[in-house]
């Protein structure tokens, strides 16, 4: 009986985790869009100023404040360089986040920014969604969860099983005398 119910305990949590998935998709993809935008705002007169004088190229722009005598000039060349990059990285994980599910989690599992992660991490609060996604995902995730662990007890439990089957068997053979 017990043993029943540890493996309903376990299945209700791989239930409970599994249900957090799209709430953590969903922060991260919003967390990655605020950033986004708020780049893109910082980029706005940058922007303008390449689209006058180097056809909208802000590589270009950052090349020529690179290579005036000012040192003004140069040091607002590695500001803006760094606003470029990071304008850059925030496209590319929001167009991450706007593929199907499937290539989100993959994305958020092997590629996404480690330091958005981390905010998101950070700033997530547990929930229960009973979205369909949510509840899929949490059934999904019982029932991985509960067949990995009963697979690796039965695992662990193999040598025992075959010695106490060996030792059953030697009691059952008749004895010669």
């Given at each position: ?33 605020a950033h986004r935008v708020e780049s ?23 090349a020529h404040y690179r290579g005036s ?109």
């Amino acid at each position: 009986m017990v043993r029943s119910y540890l493996r309903l305990a376990l299945f209700a949590l791989g239930l409970l985790l599994g249900v957090q998935v799209p709430g953590f998709i969903d922060g991260y993809a919003k967390r990655v869009e605020a950033h986004r935008v708020e780049s893109e705002h910082s980029l706005s007169g940058f922007r303008d100023t390449a689209k006058r004088f180097f056809d909208g190229d802000l590589p270009r722009l950052v090349a020529h404040y690179r290579g005036s005598s000012d040192p003004v000039m140069q040091s607002d060349a590695r500001s803006v360089g760094l606003l470029v990059e990071r304008s850059a990285l925030l496209e590319r994980e929001s167009l991450a986040m706007q593929g199907p599910w499937y290539r989100q989690v993959w994305h958020l599992a092997t590629g996404a920014d480690e330091q958005l992660l981390q905010e998101t991490h950070a700033a997530y609060r547990y929930q229960v969604l009973l979205a369909p996604e949510a509840i899929a995902w949490g059934i999904a995730c019982a029932l991985f969860l509960a067949w990995v662990v009963e697979s690796i007890v039965l695992l662990l439990a193999l040598p025992f099983r075959r010695r106490e089957r060996r030792v059953v068997s030697e009691r059952q053979q008749p004895r010669m005398r």
